[in-house]
């Protein structure tokens, strides 16, 4: 997947529930973000597995596979921006190239 587009907070913003930015759109995922990041499930179409880990889901809370990336919250089963749920989403990180 070609990457182009440069991390910004105003673009991305962090979860309030977990430590991961939310990346609407797969074709918008920043070329220099190198923490974890929720993108929607149609990834799995355009996953790489030499580009990028799959972390985890965020259904059902990530079934105890997510401890490690919650900040403290009372919801953990979507990822929330601002109060706000959203949609679940898949958790990944870009894989460092050598």
């Not at 974890?36 to 799995?44: D, E, K, Y």
Request: a negative charge; charged letters at 30%; zero cysteines.
């Amino acid at each position: 997947m070609i990457l182009w587009k440069l991390y910004s907070p105003e673009d991305y913003p962090q979860y309030d529930n977990y430590n991961a930015i939310e990346v609407s759109k797969v074709v918008e995922i920043p070329m220099d973000w190198d923490g974890a990041m929720g993108v929607p499930i149609t990834f799995l179409n355009k996953h790489n597995p030499e580009q990028f880990e799959i972390i985890w889901t965020t259904d059902r809370g990530g079934d105890g596979m997510l401890e490690h990336m919650k900040l403290p919250h009372e919801r953990y089963d979507a990822p929330v921006i601002d109060g706000q749920g959203k949609y679940k989403r898949i958790f990944i990180r870009r894989r460092m190239v050598e």
